[in-house]
């Protein structure tokens, strides 16, 4: 066990070589490096350097969107750590003027300890944030990060352990928010076994349904698919008519040998009921602003349905289906909730073509989460009082967080998750449980796998939501998963 002479020993060396890089550092001088490290450390001022790159980040959308909204979640509650917590807790002065050859080279000494830095911590809590999301954004972002890192020590306000612990601590906050918010797998989902389909070159024969509504994307979509596939017959939805309508009476019309779609996921179902009733396979693009059923068959780009249609790769996909009170069936390819969420979408549909979706959504969810009551519920037969339900088609991940990714649709199984408001603080010790990557071990969270379930609401009809869409009001829901009802093209995974 170590004396208090050593400890002291060993502080005393690490002060001394502290020192000693700074003020090597100090006597760098180079114009040009002053420049850009007093505007590198000005910049990241408040982490408005960073908020300026996120939004750069969340332009070009997918991973590196992603990456923007946790990395500055990250930045969020690295600076809270480092700014209100460890600064008090360790105070340190900062470097003395009379150190540097060019004092502080044109930025201002802060009054705040110099331990940790606080630009540091931000920084690579930005950095790592967007790098566990995108790790091509990250190396895009990490050599800026690590130069504004730098910039406190060239410019004469950190020691040079004062930003190495603050970069730590950064990392360490980024890497720690996958704890309660996992980070989202973009491999493909494992599938059913293969099928035989008709290899259809430059995509004849394919007819491929398009709703312009679905997502921002949808004519850059359409015309990739055509250079793609030159022979595939593109037809546009016409929005005032039933779309199952339309899909019946072009199969009568053409005798398609493949439908295809791209669209939203509300779309998507639309089309893969179609070609299961025709008993076609189904080419899937990913035309809408989420996509989730494109990236888990495997199909996150054009090229990847192209080319399996021209080769004839296809595989068998589950799909789900929910019967309600009147004997209707609701097929669904990823989810279905009651509860909340789907009073939500429906506030988002009234607020959308005034506030736009993006802002709907947050103010309905806001709004319906507010003002929500427990449902009265029995769960194959079980009361229980729940404030949402979650049926997943397939195995989601992870099991113990709110889910992110879908590691499997196969296997006839249904994936279901309910918040219970049946225990004292329900509402706060979800928040908790959410927040410390508890929910797995939470008396108000629970998880099980079934191939059918079925939900009894006590007392008045309740909205059902399936792939995003408010499909149908009910007191009783059937719901089950249909083993490798779907014939889905797909290209040949590696090995």
Known sequence: ?????????????????????????????????????????????????????????????????????????????????????????????????????????GVRTPRSSAFPSGHSASAFAFATGVALESPLAGAAVTPLAAAVTYSRVHNGVHWPSDVVAGAAIGTAVAAGTRRWWAVRSDEPADVGRDRPAPALDRGSGVVVFTNRESGTDGADIVAAVTEALPDARIVEFDPDRDFAAQIDEDVRRHTPAALGVAGGDGTVVVVAAAAERHRLPLAVFPGGTFNHFARDVGAAEV????????????????RAEVVTDDGTAHPFLNTASLGGYPDAVRLRERWQP????????????????AAAEPLSVAIDGRPLQVWMLFIGNGRYSPGDQVPMSRPAITGGQLDIRCLRADRRWSRLRLLFAAATGTLGESR??????????????????????????????????????????????RRPTPG
């Open 444 to 489: 108000v969270y629970s998880r099980q796998l079934a191939e059918t379930v079925t939900v009894r609401i006590t007392g008045r009809h309740v909205a059902l939501a399936t792939d995003g869409e408010v499909v149908d009001d009910a007191r009783h829901f059937v719901f089950r998963a249909c083993p490798e009802a779907l014939t889905v093209y």
């Open 303 to 318: 090229s990847d349905t192209a080319s399996a249609i021209e080769s004839g790769s296809t595989v068998a996909v589950d």
């Open 354 to 369: 005034r506030l736009g979706k993006w802002v709907a959504a947050a103010a309905a969810m806001i709004r319906v989460l």
């Open 1 to 105: 066990m170590p004396t208090l002479t050593s400890v002291n020993r060993h502080t005393a060396r690490l002060r001394t070589a502290d020192h000693a890089l700074a003020e090597r550092i100090a006597g760098v001088e180079r114009p040009t490096v002053d420049a850009v490290m007093r505007r590198a450390s000005r910049l990241a001022d408040h982490g408005a350097l960073w908020w300026i790159v996120a939004l750069l980040l969340a332009a070009t959308g997918g991973r590196a969107r992603r990456g923007a909204v946790r990395g500055l979640l990250s930045l969020v509650f690295a600076s809270g750590l480092t700014n209100a917590v460890l600064k008090p807790l360790l105070p340190r002065r900062r470097p003395p003027a009379r150190q540097w050859s060019n004092v502080r080279r």
